[in-house]
Structure formats: structure tokens, C-alpha cells
């Protein structure tokens, strides 16, 4: 054999060895592609499945919530006598806001008895009525800076 056969040997073996890696590429690709799109197919279904069940889920919420809030109403009408409520409702603070949500009443519990607070739109206490710690009834005003102007006892 000589060196002008070896070359055309070699250079037909290259072009075999290119068109082998190129089917190999395509074919991984194509594999891939359909995976993909089975993949995708699956976590769809999945995805449908779960968003089906979430919608279930939420709408007997729903249904649970308005059946709560009927029964809510039911009771606070049942406990209505002449337009007063006959209702106790319990809780160790309640508070009265505005329409920002800024607190302006607070009725509340310490530690020494209960507390009265009525504070101004910017939420800062004006006027306090509570017990002290000696047992005596105590009202405070405080004034535009915070400061406290009258005190009783």
C-alpha cells in the first residue's frame, strides 16, 4: 500500500467516523426530545391533577367559611334583644380602629385589673383609665407631645 491509498483510506474512515458521531448526536437529541415531551406531558397531567384538587380543596373552604359565617350571624341575631347584643364575647384586648387601622380605643387587661386607653389618629395615648398597683383607680390625660398633664390619684 502506499502513502496516496493509506491517506484516501484514512480520510474515508474520518468521513465514516464523522457521519457515525453525527447520527449519534441526532439520535440522542431526538431521544431527549421525546423524553422531554413525556416529561412534560406527565408533570402537566400531574400539575392538572393537583390544581384540580387544590380548586376542591379551596371551594369547600369556601362553603365551610359562608356556613361559618351564617351560623356567626345566626347567633348574634338569636342573641339581639331591641337592636342591644345579649352576646359575651371574651378576649384579653379589644380594639376600636379607624379606617387606616391605627388603634384609637383599646380596652385591655393588666396585670393589676382592666384598662381603658383612647389614643389620636396618629395612634399616640391621650387618655388612660386603669387600676394601679396599689389597688387605686387611676386616670391620666396626656397631652399633644405625650407628656403626661393630669394625673389622678
Not at 439520535?27 to 402537566?44: D, K, M, N, P, Q
Not at 380596652?107 to 385589673?113: A, V
Request: glycine fraction near 8%; avoid cysteine; proline fraction near 1%.
Amino acid at each position: 500500500m502506499n502513502d496516496e491509498s493509506r491517506i484516501a483510506r484514512l480520510e474515508s474512515n474520518i468521513r465514516i467516523l464523522i457521519f457515525g458521531v453525527a447520527l449519534v448526536v441526532v439520535a440522542v437529541a431526538v431521544l431527549a426530545t421525546v423524553s422531554i415531551i413525556r416529561v412534560s406531558r406527565e408533570f402537566e397531567s400531574l400539575m392538572s391533577a393537583q390544581a384540580a384538587g387544590n380548586e376542591e380543596y379551596f371551594r369547600s373552604l369556601r362553603v365551610d367559611l359562608e356556613v361559618a359565617e351564617l351560623a356567626l350571624e345566626k347567633q348574634i341575631a338569636e342573641r339581639l334583644e331591641d337592636g342591644v347584643s345579649q352576646a359575651v364575647f371574651k378576649a384579653s384586648e379589644f380594639h376600636v380602629v379607624d379606617d387606616r387601622g391605627k388603634s384609637l380605643i383599646v380596652l385591655g387587661t393588666t396585670p393589676t385589673g382592666g384598662t381603658f386607653g383612647i389614643h389620636n389618629h396618629a395612634g399616640q395615648l391621650r387618655v388612660a383609665l386603669g387600676v394601679t398597683t396599689d389597688d387605686h383607680g387611676l386616670v391620666a390625660i396626656l397631652d399633644d407631645r405625650g407628656e403626661l398633664k393630669t394625673q389622678w390619684p
